[in-house]
């Protein structure tokens, strides 16, 4: 019996542990950076976009890879997602970027820096 109800905590914890980690890949079209962390898309996000930050597009793959094409530059490299917490190791950069993420109403990606300044990267889905 106890046996059993090890098996069933073990499933119960492993399911909640997914339930945390929205799934991200996809293709994701820069939109804006706002000050703040936010957690929602509102209008003014929608239109505070800067020409000094340019376009691009961020894919995350299947693999655990992703890339960065930007009107600046390019970059790539891979991922990891656990408890909502996105950890970014650019191929050309020695230490990671890590962010805190978000997906809003399936169409939009949040990331809010955990380091320095607090700003939140907004991205709508594109693929």
């Given at each position: 019996?106890?046996?059993?109800?090890l098996?069933?905590?073990a499933?119960?914890?492993?399911?909640?542990e997914?339930?945390?980690?929205?799934?991200?890949?996809s293709q994701?079209?820069?939109?804006s950076i706002n000050?703040?962390?936010r957690?929602?898309?509102?209008?003014?996000?929608?239109n505070?976009?800067?020409?000094?930050y340019?376009?691009?597009?961020l894919?995350?793959?299947d693999d655990l890879?992703f890339?960065?094409l930007?009107?600046?530059?390019?970059?790539?490299?891979?991922y990891?997602?656990?408890?909502?917490?996105?950890?970014?190791?650019?191929?050309?950069?020695?230490?990671?970027i890590?962010?805190?993420y978000?997906?809003v109403?399936k169409?939009y990606?949040l990331l809010r820096?955990?380091?320095?300044k607090?700003l939140?990267?907004?991205y709508?889905?594109?693929?």
């Amino acid at each position: 019996m106890k046996f059993y109800l090890l098996i069933l905590c073990a499933l119960f914890l492993s399911c909640s542990e997914v339930k945390n980690t929205e799934p991200i890949t996809s293709q994701w079209e820069f939109i804006s950076i706002n000050g703040g962390e936010r957690s929602e898309v509102d209008a003014k996000m929608l239109n505070n976009i800067n020409a000094e930050y340019g376009t691009g597009t961020l894919e995350f793959k299947d693999d655990l890879s992703f890339s960065s094409l930007g009107s600046k530059n390019k970059s790539e490299g891979t991922y990891t997602l656990k408890n909502n917490i996105l950890v970014m190791q650019y191929s050309n950069l020695p230490e990671p970027i890590k962010f805190n993420y978000s997906v809003v109403d399936k169409k939009y990606l949040l990331l809010r820096n955990t380091d320095g300044k607090k700003l939140t990267w907004l991205y709508k889905k594109s693929k």
